[in-house]
């Protein structure tokens, strides 16, 4: 089965500060990924999604960029980090083609951002 | 477009009591519906996954859901809540977005409390 490697667990950073959160997938090829966003007291929403190399999809306009180098590694980016970037981020993983499949998530990143 | 609601942010329940968290939601395509926990400082753990076979899904825990197309609701229960079972409740439904692309949306959560 698939795993995915999330790092770092936790991150405090100073405001207008540059972030780089990486996720990388092993078990598997050419998956979908997903970065998810867990405000404080609120669900989980979708920042961004990629199908393939190059490939990346925004759902919400934000202070927040992504990007996939390779087929396995989701890249999450900000030149400038603002104080409402706090919040639980998550990289999710699921295979393209078949419908019963579970989605795989790392163990996420809680940012703080003073 | 594919969207799912949670109907209640906060449900609280005495333990040995049943459970009832609801979810509806709203897909363009025939979507696979999911649920997933998450307790305090842990990860997603998949509880249980409707893929168009049976209505009724048995999931992990004693937990279980039934797919109600009709009423585009997939609620989760249990019949008696215990103390482990406090934590949070994400509904998720996987179809196709406009671009014929796989989507995974997530519901906004629910907050089970077990009261002792």
């Known amino acids: 089965s698939q795993t995915i490697h999330q790092w770092p667990a936790t991150l405090v950073q100073p405001v207008g500060s540059p972030l780089s959160l990486e996720c990388t997938v092993e078990g598997t090829s050419n998956p979908n990924l997903y970065w998810y966003r867990q405000a404080a007291g609120r669900g989980l929403q979708l920042l961004f999604y990629?199908?393939?190399?190059?490939?990346i999809s925004s759902e919400v306009p934000q202070n927040l960029s992504a990007s996939r180098p390779q087929d396995r590694q989701f890249i999450l980016s900000s030149k400038k980090l603002l104080l409402s970037d706090s919040g639980f981020y998550l990289c999710?993983?699921?295979?393209?083609?078949?419908?019963?499949?579970?989605?795989?998530f790392g163990q996420g990143t809680r940012l703080t951002v003073v | 477009a594919q969207s799912v609601t949670q109907l209640d942010s906060h449900v609280s329940v005495s333990e040995g009591t049943p459970v009832l968290l609801r979810c509806n939601y709203s897909?363009?395509?025939?979507?696979?519906l999911f649920w997933y926990v998450q307790h305090p400082n842990k990860g997603l753990q998949l509880l249980l996954k409707?893929?168009?076979?049976?209505?009724l899904v048995k999931g992990i825990n004693g937990f279980e859901a039934e797919f109600k197309k009709s009423e585009t609701s997939f609620h989760l229960t249990k019949p008696s809540a215990h103390m482990s079972d406090a934590a949070e409740y994400f509904c998720?439904?996987?179809?196709?977005?406009?671009?014929?692309?796989?989507?995974?949306?997530f519901g906004i959560g629910t907050k089970l409390q077990v009261i002792p």
């Open positions: 990629s199908v393939g190399i190059g490939q």
């Open positions: 897909s363009s395509y025939s979507p696979s």
């Open positions: 998720v439904v996987r179809g196709l977005n406009s671009g014929g692309y796989q989507k995974v949306t």
């Open positions: 999710a993983s699921l295979l393209g083609r078949r419908w019963d499949t579970e989605a795989f």
């Open positions: 409707y893929t168009s076979a049976a209505t």
